[in-house]
């Protein structure tokens, strides 16, 4: 069955400032603002899609980072770069089943910054942008009520980031219809 290519425009997300804690934790005190846009190709049995954001990040107001176990008081008002992040798919559909290379990029556009006292030395050993690109495949199969994937791929390039080339990421992703309403009945 075909279906046809799909263009996303204008789908906007935001994060909200959900705790006390401070960047890196899983509770920042800073807004993300997050701009979107996707492409696809779905026919023939072919899913070719391409998958773009873009995080712009505002300050936190608390320290940025680990030094010797405690966090740097230097890093207030610090503020994540914003990022570039993109994920292309070519899967191939056949059954249940699907396979197909994937690529992933996460790429700092502007660098870390912080004020406060202190805040140029601590910048020096913690301010910069980084970047990962990954490539690997994929491999799903619909069971029906649920379909899973997953994805390995390896970094091929990191700059600034603990993920050194050469690491294997091993990705799932679990899909079901939450709702799904009824076709309206002729008249």
């Known amino acids: 069955e075909a279906l046809p290519t799909g263009v996303r425009f204008g789908r906007f997300n935001f994060m909200a400032p959900i705790g006390s804690n ?20 779905l026919a023939n049995n072919w899913v070719l899609s391409a998958n773009f954001f873009y995080d712009i990040n505002t300050s936190s107001k608390g320290p940025c980072c680990l030094i010797g176990g405690s966090l740097a008081s230097a890093g207030n008002t610090y ?3 914003d990022t570039l992040y993109g994920d292309l798919t070519a899967v191939y559909k056949f059954g249940k089943w699907e396979i197909g290379p994937v690529a992933f990029f996460e790429v700092q556009t502007s660098s870390d910054s912080m004020g406060g006292p202190g805040a140029a030395a601590a910048c020096a050993l913690f301010c910069g942008n980084y970047s990962n690109v990954g490539v690997g495949g994929l491999i799903g199969y619909d069971f029906g009520p ?3 994937q997953v994805w390995i791929t390896d970094i091929v390039e990191a700059a ?3 993920a ?8 799932s992703r679990l899909g079901f219809k939450v709702w799904s309403p009824e076709a309206p009945r002729p008249l």
């Not at 401070?22 to 190709?41: G, I, K, R």
């Not at 050194?164 to 990705?171: A, E, H, P, Q, R």
């Open 22 to 41: 401070y960047t890196n934790t899983p509770n920042p005190d800073y807004w993300t603002l997050e701009p979107t846009f996707a492409v696809s190709y």
């Open 79 to 81: 503020n994540n770069g």
């Open 146 to 148: 649920v379909d899973i």
């Open 160 to 162: 600034n980031t603990p």
């Open 164 to 171: 050194g080339t050469g690491s294997l990421w091993v990705w």
